[in-house]
């Protein structure tokens, strides 16, 4: 006999209790003296106070979102009817600078909130907002320019807030890709913002690790949907499309992801969205157990992935023609030996995007005022090869 709605919730009230009082018993023992206010509980602790009941919180969330009615359909006008795209020529130095700049400080800005949120100094969604706010007038008049910042590889130790701000940029281009109304695409971008916050509560031990991950780290790791929707669910003005996102965008509609094994329809088209911007991005950034692979290579096993049912054929489609199968920024080198940079996806034609050239056949850097664009869907040079970002002295900046 199934238990009665109100059974859960008096259930994780008084595991949110029992928490609590662990908690209490645990700072009296004194094992929280000497930390900083900022300084995570430590690692055996948590393990031992926190997991069990936020476990038990992600299946009840699970269960409420399985009769959810749908909310992730296209509603009202799309994004797109309202977005135009500046081009190469039109773009000054200082407005360069300052997109970069956008960018730069919005991975700051997670920094700072993730950081909050596990404090749980934040109670609405305001700030969340402003951050994916910050970007949508840039997004609506310049999608390109700031798609070749998400695509552009990190090399720093810790990837997390950039790859958080990469995601929520290459979701909310496919959101609007996909017909979404401009309130649906922030809730899709608010949702891949927030999507690995769970990963605060993973110990760097393990989520720093140089090297492969043992079987018992890995189930550690697979844990962050499930803490990330425990740190989420007291903030005012997040919706249950957005809560979703951050539970589910390690779902694969094959049934082969995680934490529940969900398949198919139980795994919401926003959550779809979000889980191929998210393994495009950690392919492309340099981890501490892996380098980092060419936007190509990660566009490549992307297809892969849609083509083994694990990631959703429609979106991938919709990821092509916004990103182009050598995706925006990346290197490449053309039939006449000269490097390339893709400036400007060719929704009709994948393989022939518009490019910047860099160099010369020689392969030496040309000046500025040298930098030309192609289209080579209406030229005879052709895409050879795809290059890494370090195979020239190379800025995010450079042939934009």
Same mark, same amino acid.
């Given at each position: 006999?199934?238990? +009665?709605?109100?059974?859960?919730?008096?259930?994780?009230?008084?595991?949110?209790?029992?928490?609590?009082?662990?908690?209490? *018993?645990?700072?009296?023992?004194?094992?929280?003296?000497?930390?900083? /206010?900022?300084?995570?509980? /430590?690692?055996? !602790?948590?393990?031992?106070?926190?997991?069990?009941?936020?476990?038990?919180?992600?299946?009840?969330?699970?269960?409420?979102?399985?009769?959810?009615?749908?909310?992730?359909?296209?509603?009202?006008?799309?994004?797109?009817?309202?977005?135009?795209?500046?081009? !190469?020529?039109?773009?000054?130095? /200082?407005?360069?600078?300052?997109?970069?700049?956008?960018?730069?400080?919005?991975?700051?800005?997670?920094?700072?909130?993730?950081?909050?949120? %596990?404090?749980? #100094?934040?109670?609405?969604?305001?700030?969340?907002?402003?951050?994916?706010?910050?970007?949508?007038?840039?997004?609506?008049?310049?999608?390109?320019?700031?798609?070749?910042?998400?695509?552009?590889?990190?090399?720093?130790? &810790?990837?997390?807030?950039?790859?958080?701000?990469?995601?929520?940029?290459?979701?909310? @281009?496919? *959101?609007?890709?996909?017909?979404?109304?401009?309130?649906?695409?922030?809730?899709?971008?608010?949702?891949?913002?927030?999507?690995?916050?769970?990963?605060?509560?993973? +110990?760097? =031990?393990?989520?720093?690790?140089?090297?492969?991950?043992?079987?018992?780290?890995?189930?550690e790791m697979r844990k962050h949907p499930i803490l990330g929707l425990s740190l989420l669910e007291h903030i005012h003005g997040l919706s249950e499309a957005v809560l979703v996102i951050p539970y589910q965008h390690h779902e694969r509609i094959s049934g082969n992801g995680y934490p529940d094994n969900r398949s198919g329809a139980l795994v919401s088209r926003f959550s779809r969205i979000v889980s191929i911007a998210d393994v495009f991005t950690a392919l492309i950034n340099q981890r501490?157990? =892996?380098?980092?692979? %060419?936007?190509?290579? *990660?566009? %490549?096993?992307?297809?892969?992935?849609?083509?083994?049912?694990?990631?959703?054929?429609?979106?991938?489609?919709?990821?092509?023609?916004?990103?182009?199968?050598?995706?925006?920024?990346?290197?490449?080198?053309?039939? $006449?030996?000269?490097? *390339?940079?893709?400036? $400007?996806?060719?929704? @009709?034609?994948?393989?022939?995007?518009?490019?910047? %050239?860099?160099? &010369? #056949?020689?392969?030496?850097?040309?000046?500025?005022?040298?930098?030309?664009?192609? &289209?080579?869907?209406?030229?005879?040079?052709?895409?050879?090869?795809?290059?890494?970002?370090?195979?020239?002295?190379?800025? +995010?900046? &450079?042939?934009?």
């Amino acid at each position: 006999m199934s238990k +009665p709605e109100h059974y859960w919730d008096t259930r994780r009230d008084r595991e949110i209790r029992q928490t609590l009082s662990e908690l209490r *018993a645990l700072a009296d023992a004194g094992y929280f003296e000497g930390l900083q /206010p900022q300084s995570a509980i /430590p690692d055996e !602790v948590k393990l031992q106070s926190v997991i069990s009941a936020q476990l038990s919180k992600g299946a009840v969330f699970a269960r409420k979102v399985q009769v959810l009615k749908p909310m992730d359909n296209p509603v009202g006008p799309a994004l797109t009817q309202f977005m135009t795209q500046v081009m !190469v020529r039109d773009r000054t130095e /200082p407005y360069k600078q300052e997109t970069r700049k956008l960018f730069e400080d919005a991975v700051g800005q997670v920094r700072i909130l993730f950081g909050k949120i %596990v404090r749980g #100094e934040i109670a609405s969604n305001s700030i969340i907002r402003a951050i994916v706010g910050s970007f949508m007038d840039t997004f609506m008049k310049d999608q390109n320019l700031l798609l070749n910042l998400a695509a552009f590889p990190q090399t720093g130790l &810790d990837y997390l807030y950039d790859h958080s701000v990469k995601m929520c940029l290459l979701s909310l @281009s496919l *959101a609007s890709a996909a017909g979404y109304s401009r309130s649906q695409s922030i809730e899709i971008a608010q949702g891949a913002l927030l999507a690995d916050v769970g990963m605060m509560l993973v +110990p760097e =031990r393990i989520r720093l690790k140089r090297g492969k991950l043992s079987e018992s780290e890995q189930f550690e790791m697979r844990k962050h949907p499930i803490l990330g929707l425990s740190l989420l669910e007291h903030i005012h003005g997040l919706s249950e499309a957005v809560l979703v996102i951050p539970y589910q965008h390690h779902e694969r509609i094959s049934g082969n992801g995680y934490p529940d094994n969900r398949s198919g329809a139980l795994v919401s088209r926003f959550s779809r969205i979000v889980s191929i911007a998210d393994v495009f991005t950690a392919l492309i950034n340099q981890r501490t157990y =892996r380098e980092s692979i %060419v936007p190509y290579q *990660a566009m %490549v096993a992307v297809l892969s992935m849609g083509g083994a049912g694990h990631l959703d054929g429609e979106n991938i489609k919709q990821f092509l023609k916004t990103m182009s199968i050598f995706p925006l920024g990346s290197l490449v080198r053309l039939t $006449s030996g000269r490097v *390339a940079k893709v400036v $400007s996806p060719n929704a @009709s034609e994948f393989t022939k995007p518009t490019v910047s %050239v860099l160099t &010369d #056949e020689s392969g030496s850097p040309l000046p500025r005022i040298q930098i030309v664009q192609i &289209d080579l869907s209406k030229s005879e040079e052709k895409i050879v090869e795809a290059l890494p970002n370090h195979s020239i002295s190379n800025s +995010p900046l &450079d042939g934009f």
